[in-house]
């Protein structure tokens, strides 16, 4: 029984010290498939045209995957709410990448979702979720905060733009006029 | 002469593998259709077209995934550029159009089954046409 009890211990302290398995999440997308691989990030508009700022223009650009068949992966999501991949394949600009999350295949477009992403070969995991710790620190709120979690509910643009538009698009009265039929 | 043509086969080679690789040649075209989130659209994750989405579209504009235009011919274009700005990352410029009907004069790249548009000219702005909150309420949340 002690033996047992050792190696029970041992068996705990070993995945303890284990780096957590990253692996792609459904999300029950459909023609969904999990997926890792290889791929170096680029600038999409770069990559198609040669218009080609430093630093894949220092997150104003959408970012691509190009992998090593050539083929030039979008991924237009990443693991936060309502935010894309840029923020977090940003810090990869040129360099090759291990990608995992997940494609989906829709209406003919197969696009993908980045769950997790390490510098290839062997750098260190990182869950693609920085858009928050970026957003939190530039508008002067802890990460972990209600605020940061809920970004899209606190983003000043996104106030601006429906203050002046309605969540409708069609200005404040038509906004006023749906909420008082909806009460 | 001999280093001098040693010196532009490097400098060749080096141009050649600086250059991205698969640049296609563009296809002018004009597009008309809505602006729109181009991740609630494709995955179909919820009903996206019109003022019902037009707060989420906002917020994943501004999140940073890809605007779009979803053309009259039912194609999904991903938009890249509006006139001089390549910004394509929540560009405020392309905020203020997000939902409205437009027309757009451009250059169409196909890449791997994705068609990317970068647009010279927004010809025509009808503003907001597709009103369909009556029946659809607010996606996602209602709210």
Request: net charge negative; proline share 4%.
């Amino acid at each position: 029984m002690k033996h047992a009890l050792k190696l029970g211990a041992l068996a705990l302290a070993f995945l303890a010290f284990q780096p957590v398995a990253q692996a792609a999440q459904g999300w029950g997308l459909p023609e969904e498939e999990e997926v890792r691989f290889d791929a170096t990030v680029v600038d999409v508009l770069c990559e198609l045209t040669g218009d080609c700022p430093d630093n894949c223009g220092n997150g104003t650009r959408q970012l691509g995957l190009l992998d090593e068949e050539g083929v030039l992966h979008l991924p237009l999501k990443n693991f936060t709410p309502f935010t894309g991949a840029s923020w977090e394949l940003q810090q990869f600009c040129g360099k090759k990448v291990t990608a995992d999350g997940l494609f989906t295949t829709n209406k003919g477009y197969k696009v993908f979702v980045v769950q997790f992403v390490r510098e290839a070969p062997d750098g260190k995991w990182q869950r693609a979720n920085r858009f928050t710790s970026q957003w939190a620190e530039k508008n002067g709120v802890a990460a972990d905060s209600k605020q940061a979690k809920q970004w899209f509910r606190n983003d000043p643009e996104v106030q601006r733009l429906l203050d002046k538009d309605g969540v409708f698009g069609l200005g404040p009265e038509a906004d006023k006029a749906y909420f008082e039929a909806n009460q | 002469m001999r280093h001098v043509t040693r010196l532009l086969a490097a400098g060749l080679m080096f141009v050649g593998l600086s250059l991205p690789a698969a640049a296609a040649a563009p296809q002018r075209v004009q597009v008309t259709g809505e602006v729109i989130d181009t991740w609630c659209y494709i995955t179909d994750i919820m009903f996206a077209e019109g003022t019902t989405h037009h707060q989420c579209a906002l917020w994943c504009a501004v999140g940073g995934i890809p605007v779009g235009v979803l053309g009259d011919d039912g194609e999904v274009y991903m938009v890249l550029k509006v006139g001089d700005d390549t910004t394509n990352v929540a560009n405020p410029a392309i905020l203020e159009i997000q939902t409205h009907r437009v027309s757009v004069d451009g250059e169409l790249y196909e890449r791997d089954g994705i068609k990317y548009l970068l647009i010279d000219q927004v010809v025509n702005d009808e503003g907001i046409v597709t009103v369909n909150h009556d029946d659809f309420g607010i996606q996602p949340f209602g709210e």
